[in-house]
């Protein structure tokens, strides 16, 4: 079945520094891929849209350059949360959307990345 | 905007018995999916509903899609130590994604 695979699972760094997340999907074409962000007991909230070869599509209120979304190909987004703070301190998941196992349209998500900002 | 709302938020059940979850959205979707995110992890398919009034079943779950598109529901029976985690709806209309709030279920043993 189709498999995304995110990257780091953890991550801890200090105040100031620059992350950077990777999601691959690993069996099929990603066209679209999305960036969700998930704070404790809480639902997904979507922070961006990204489409190989184009730029992303941010959702309101959402920093673009604070989020830089790169989906350079068909198989990899990557999510870089520059100078980060405490209070970027969540989890991060990634989405790809195609041909997956189950049909057009369905979402295959990777594991996701808990960045933790000291 | 488009808005999934999604209820209950919370609802804990003893071992055994049944369990419902609602999803409602402002507009008429294209297909509706539920996903399940078991604590610690991460959202997984379930199902994709995509007609009118369709049903359909895994096991002890049926999902239900309304005649408008807009509702559906997640009903599990005998629930079981294992169906504990949080369902999230996600109406799919427009070319995007919309997740509900998600309901998340406790089972007592």
């Known amino acids: 079945g189709a498999v995304v695979s995110q990257h780091p699972s953890w991550v801890i760094c200090k105040s100031g520094t620059s992350v950077k997340i990777e999601c691959r999907s690993l069996d099929f074409q990603a066209t679209t891929m999305f960036w969700y962000r998930q704070f404790p007991k809480q639902s997904l909230m979507l922070m961006a849209t990204?489409?190989?070869?184009?730029?992303?599509?941010?959702e309101q209120g959402v920093e673009k350059d604070k989020f830089l979304i790169n989906h350079a190909s068909l198989t990899l987004s990557t999510l870089t949360v520059t100078s980060a703070h405490p209070e970027d301190s969540s989890f991060y998941i990634c989405?790809?959307?195609?041909?997956?196992?189950?049909?057009?349209?369905?979402?295959?998500f990777g594991a996701g990345s808990r960045l933790t900002v000291l | 905007g488009q808005q999934v709302m999604q209820i209950p938020q919370y609802q804990h059940v003893q071992e055994g018995e049944d369990f419902t979850t609602y999803c409602n959205s402002s507009t008429t979707l294209s297909n509706i999916q539920w996903y399940k995110q078991r604590p610690g992890g991460h959202p997984v398919f379930l199902i994709q509903l995509v007609k009118s009034g369709e049903v359909k079943k895994q096991k002890r779950l049926t999902f239900q899609f309304g005649e408008a598109k807009k509702n559906s529901s997640l009903h599990i029976t005998a629930t079981q130590t294992t169906d504990v985690g949080t369902y999230f709806c996600a109406g799919f209309t427009g070319n995007q994604f919309y997740f509900g709030t998600g309901t998340s279920l406790t089972v007592i043993p």
């Open positions: 990204s489409n190989e070869g184009s730029k992303a599509t941010y």
């Open positions: 989405s790809a959307r195609g041909q997956g196992y189950s049909g057009a349209n369905v979402l295959t």
